[in-house]
């Protein structure tokens, strides 16, 4: 019996806990955007999260999204031919990257590549002072640190998931019409019959600025809330990895329930 | 880290990925000048609409002209009320046919606009007048079984 | 007598339910140099971080300049420590910045000055921490040592009236102890500071400073000058300037008697 109470009581305090936290990364999100005048007013300090976020990913995205362009032709290929339908295979390929996997998969491995990274300097900057030292040299971190990261964050998503899906496509044609044979014709022409730039394209890039805005305000948040040890830094680079997994695959769901009802 | 190496590569990633939405905007999908072409809307009438969905094509000679905006039932007529955009350039006279057609054999539906011999054109807001509904498999299966069965009767009323 | 330049009268600082500061009053002059001591734990950094700003205390009054601290609204807290150096535990240098732009940065920031007027600046207070050869160095490639006097510099890049020291003789070897010393005592009167340090070292310290203040658990329990402080018979004072294992501070930490216990653990 007693048991049970501790563990109801248990169950209470983490959730209280959680909402809690979840107010106080609230605040700290309007904090930041309030303070994010200063990001642009100072074009250096958003190039260089840009480079940061946005370049130092390019080589993961890209490559990564050859290899899902490429499984997805072969895959593809192989339960349409069944059905004699292989030409579609250009529709499959494209709806599949610009929907779903475009911004899905690029947000997942930006969250792992750039947003861990986003993480780890400014818990770093956090154990070692520099925050507060900063702070007390009269210049807002909220405003030097954390929202010129976090809108180099925000820009380079979009930007990445379009590489992906473009390198996506790409590897599903180099499969299917150069290395299986599929008429080059039909998969591009079909393809530009059945993908909408409204529908598909355009919800694809909302999708990843969405995606963007979630994992750049879970990274900055983590290394901001990290504890300031070693221990505690590592810690909230594996919350921000998760937490964005989690972010991702859920607004995404909310998303295409609402971009893609009924078509 | 050297500024003028970090500009450099932003410069390259900023330049790629637009070429990248480029790309996907014309090669990928069927973003044209017709996108945002003017449109003006016309309403028609039918009995069913069978499969019919919004957004789904208006087309004249198999080609594509418009897109059906809205369908709403009319409570009053019991008919199904279906509101097309066509585009500005293209006009169709008054006597102008509206049938719902399938693409294929069991493809997706669309409207089939055949042009009439009128001078006078549809203005905007304007209604088609004759329209044809889906063909709808079910009453097609069930007139064919009909005829057989009243065939099979005269010719046992005809012996 | 004039108004000290920091004031703290019964303030009482409290996280959550422990209670860190109690009733603390200290008067700081200007242009001094002030030293406040006491064992890890007593709640030192904590008052250096009141000074500061960054918490705000649970009862009483911290006056800087005449000013109400904890009364202040984000600008002009920001105004205020533009007038305050501090200096950290361990430097916290900012680490993808070169010692040049660590100590340019206060002044890149808050002034606008052009950059001609900045680098002589930078290398005037580089040269008097005596690291002027070494402003294109990163910090991770500094001794700790090193990395200190830059801080130190960065700290009075722009000519602060109040320097807060934290713990600033913490793991450095004999000859940077007494560098560093000698730095605060040279770069407080030249710029005329009242500077506040907060420290456990009593030699180095007691040879430096002006006036000590010593705590222990949250409370002041003694206070003067270094000569003062050296023959107090104060037993707090006395335990602490002569080293000894134990007096007020006790050694054992509280537990039954030892009877007890080893009986406890037979049965």
């Known amino acids: 019996m007693q048991a049970l109470a501790r563990f109801f009581s248990m169950v209470g305090a983490n959730t209280i806990d959680r909402i809690w936290r979840l107010g106080f990364a609230a605040r700290f999100f309007i904090g930041m955007l309030s303070h994010s005048g200063e990001t642009f007013r100072r074009p250096r300090l958003l190039v260089r999260e840009l480079y940061v976020s946005g370049v130092l990913s390019l080589i993961i995205i890209l490559v990564s999204g050859l290899f899902v362009g490429l499984v997805l032709g072969l895959q593809g290929y192989d339960t349409l031919q069944r059905y004699g339908s292989s030409e579609a295979l250009g529709i499959l390929v494209a709806l599949s990257l610009v929907r779903e996997l475009g911004p899905v998969v690029a947000g997942l491995l930006f969250a792992s590549r750039a947003g861990s990274s986003m993480t780890a300097e400014v818990g770093l900057m956090k154990a070692t002072e520099q925050l507060t030292a900063m702070d007390m040299m009269a210049v807002n971190p909220l405003a030097r640190i954390m929202a010129p990261r976090f809108w180099g964050g925000v820009l380079s998503m979009p930007l990445l998931a379009a590489l992906f899906t473009a390198a996506g496509i790409f590897g599903g044609w180099l499969i299917g019409v150069v290395f299986i044979g599929v008429d080059e014709g039909a998969f591009w022409a079909q393809m530009q019959a059945n993908v909408n730039f409204r529908d598909d394209v355009l919800n694809g890039i909302i999708k990843s600025a969405v995606f963007g805005v979630a994992v750049s305000l879970i990274a900055v948040f983590e290394g901001f809330d990290a504890v300031p040890t070693a221990e505690g830094v590592s810690r909230a680079i594996t919350r921000t990895v998760v937490t964005s997994a989690l972010a991702i695959l859920a607004l995404d769901f909310v998303l295409t329930s609402f971009m893609f009802r009924g078509l | 880290m050297n500024r003028k190496v970090m500009d450099f590569w932003v410069g390259v990633f900023v330049v790629i990925s637009f070429a990248a939405v480029l790309f996907l905007a014309l090669k990928v999908s069927n973003f044209s000048a017709s996108s945002f072409a003017s449109t003006y809307e016309i309403t028609a009438k039918f009995d069913n609409i069978g499969g019919l969905k919004v957004r789904g094509p208006v087309k004249s000679a198999g080609v594509v002209v418009g897109r059906v905006a809205d369908i709403r039932f009319d409570p009053q007529t019991y008919e199904a009320n279906v509101v097309l955009k066509i585009e500005s350039q293209y006009q169709f006279p008054k006597d102008t046919f509206a049938s719902i057609l399938t693409s294929g054999l069991l493809g997706e539906q669309y409207i089939g606009l055949d042009a009439g011999g009128d001078d006078r054109m549809i203005p905007a807001g304007g209604a088609v007048a004759k329209t044809q509904s889906a063909i709808v498999l079910e009453k097609l299966i069930s007139q064919f079984l009909f005829n057989k069965a009243s065939e099979g009767k005269k010719d046992a009323d005809a012996q | ?267």
């Open chain 3, 1 to 267: 007598m004039p108004t000290p330049y920091v004031e703290i009268n019964g303030l009482d600082f409290a996280y959550g339910e422990r209670q860190i500061l109690s009733g603390i009053s200290m008067r700081l002059p200007k242009g001094k140099l002030t030293a406040i001591m006491g064992g890890s734990g007593c709640g030192k950094t904590t008052l250096l971080r009141l000074m500061g700003g960054q918490i705000q205390p649970t009862r009483g009054s911290l006056k800087v300049a005449g000013q109400e601290v904890s009364q202040l609204n984000e600008r002009d807290l920001y105004q205020m420590r533009r007038r305050m150096g501090m200096l950290f535990q361990f430097g916290a240098l900012f680490t993808d910045l070169s010692v040049y732009d660590n100590v340019a940065f206060p002044l890149r920031e808050h002034t606008k000055l052009p950059e001609s007027a900045i680098r002589d600046l930078v290398l005037l207070k580089l040269e008097a921490v005596g690291l002027r050869g070494a402003s294109n160095l990163m910090p991770a490639e500094l001794s700790g040592g090193m990395a200190r006097r830059v801080a130190l510099a960065r700290s009075v890049a722009l000519d602060p009236e109040l320097i807060l020291f934290d713990e600033p003789f913490t793991g450095l070897d004999p000859i940077s102890l007494s560098i560093i010393a000698t730095l605060i005592r040279r770069l407080t009167d030249a710029l005329g500071a009242t500077a506040v340090m907060v420290t456990h070292d009593v030699h180095e310290s007691l040879a430096v400073v002006d006036y000590v203040y010593f705590m222990s658990a949250g409370r002041v329990v003694g206070s003067g000058t270094p000569d003062e402080i050296k023959v107090s018979a104060d037993p707090y004072v006395y335990q602490f300037v002569h080293a000894q294992p134990d007096g007020p501070v006790h050694f054992h930490y509280p537990a039954v008697s030892l009877d007890e216990d080893l009986l406890a653990g037979a049965a």
